[in-house]
């Protein structure tokens, strides 16, 4: 999970398509949604599905990869273009902060490390 964490859902979509050679047409007609609906999220320009749009389930045996991981990362995209809309942050900065507030929350971080993080954010440039 360490990596699908900053694939943005397009890139997602897009790899996973192309990997069962499947053309965009043939995925929108699995879902039950325009081509071009579907070819704006697989580009970035339209935000992951959200939740009762498409079936997740569907997706996810049409493009041949998890439902849970499509799902994670649809939530962690769209956390991602809150943070971006929010605060004008970059789109790298923006993986990071979901990243790091994902393992804060499950309180994954070791003293040890939390420490370095503070000496990080410290730090004068």
């Known amino acids: ?3 699908i964490i900053l694939e943005s859902f397009a890139d ?3 790899k996973s398509r192309i990997r069962v050679g499947k053309t965009m047409g043939q995925i929108a007609r699995d879902l039950g949604i325009t081509v071009v609906y579907y070819s704006e999220v697989e580009a970035g320009k339209k935000p992951a599905f959200p939740h009762g749009k498409v079936d997740y389930a569907v997706l996810a045996d049409s493009l041949e990869v ?5 799902k994670k990362v649809a939530e962690l995209d ?3 273009r809150q943070l971006i809309k929010a605060f004008g942050c970059t789109d790298k900065n923006a993986n990071l902060a ?5 393992r804060l929350t499950k309180n994954d971080l070791s003293d040890k490390q939390i420490a370095k993080i503070h000496k990080i954010l ?3 440039d």
């Open 1 to 3: 999970m360490s990596n």
């Open 12 to 14: 997602l979509l897009r």
């Open 66 to 70: 998890q439902e849970s991981a499509l």
């Open 78 to 80: 769209r956390e991602k």
């Open 98 to 102: 979901v990243a790091f507030g994902r």
């Open 122 to 124: 410290n730090e004068r």
